[in-house]
């Protein structure tokens, strides 16, 4: 059974750092591209960023371009996403995401999610 | 980046009633095209990928169609457990967009 899950959110303040892992069961996880994907509270879904199953390909959203790391190891079968400089529009729950393998850049499975709330 | 709109953002209907929803694309995105469906506190789960394609184990009641700009996910027959937040998504170009969501509630 493929599992997902995120941990790492909570409440920082403006300009703080956090660090979100999500731990992959159940599927061959070097063999997937990844993704985070976020939701701001009650809003819509907001795709941030991917990486190959390699590692070797690193896509981001304007928004968060330099001021977000996205890494894995594969050896542990972990997604991270190093999130920097957070404003108060980064408040969000954020998805670990696996690629669907027909069709990348959709996905298939979803971690629960993990909250960050970015306030004073 | 692609903007996606879908319409209406409310559909209000009764078990067992027809639902359809749709989403245009501010540009061609081929066939490129999924479909989300998503409950309170839940994560979104994938009903439909490349515009026409059930995702693993979603039931025939779901469909998919359309191509370029304009697509259309149906239900044909709404199930209690269908009541939810359905979002198109799009992976032509980087980075992937989504909608903006429709809600579908129990009329």
């Known amino acids: 059974e493929v599992q997902l899950v995120e941990s790492g959110g909570g409440l920082v303040k403006p300009g703080g750092s956090l660090r979100l892992s999500c731990a992959a069961s159940g599927f061959d996880f070097s063999t997937y591209s990844m993704n985070w994907v976020r939701q701001a509270p009650g809003k819509g879904l907001e795709w941030v960023s991917s990486i190959s199953g390699s590692g070797t390909y690193i896509y981001y959203t304007d928004s968060v371009r330099g001021r977000f790391t996205v890494s894995r190891d594969n050896a542990k079968n972990s997604l991270y996403l190093q999130i920097n400089s957070l404003r108060a529009d980064d408040t969000a729950v954020y998805y670990c995401?696996?690629?669907?393998?027909?069709?990348?850049?959709?996905?298939?499975?979803w971690g629960q999610g993990t909250l960050v709330t970015v306030s004073s | 980046e692609i903007v996606l709109t879908q319409s209406p953002v409310i559909l209000s209907l009764s078990p067992g009633e027809r639902a359809t929803l749709s989403c245009r694309a501010s540009q061609s995105v081929s066939s490129y095209l999924a479909w989300y469906q998503q409950k309170p506190g839940q994560a979104p789960r994938l009903l439909i990928y490349d515009a026409s394609n059930r995702a693993t184990g979603i039931p025939a009641r779901f469909s998919g169609s359309g191509s370029g700009t304009d697509f259309t996910l149906t239900i044909s027959s709404l199930e209690p457990e269908d009541f939810a937040v359905y979002y198109c998504q799009e992976r032509s170009n980087w980075p992937p967009t989504f909608g903006g969501g429709t809600k579908v509630e129990i009329k």
């Open positions: 995401a696996r690629d669907l393998a027909a069709a990348g850049l959709a996905v298939d499975y």
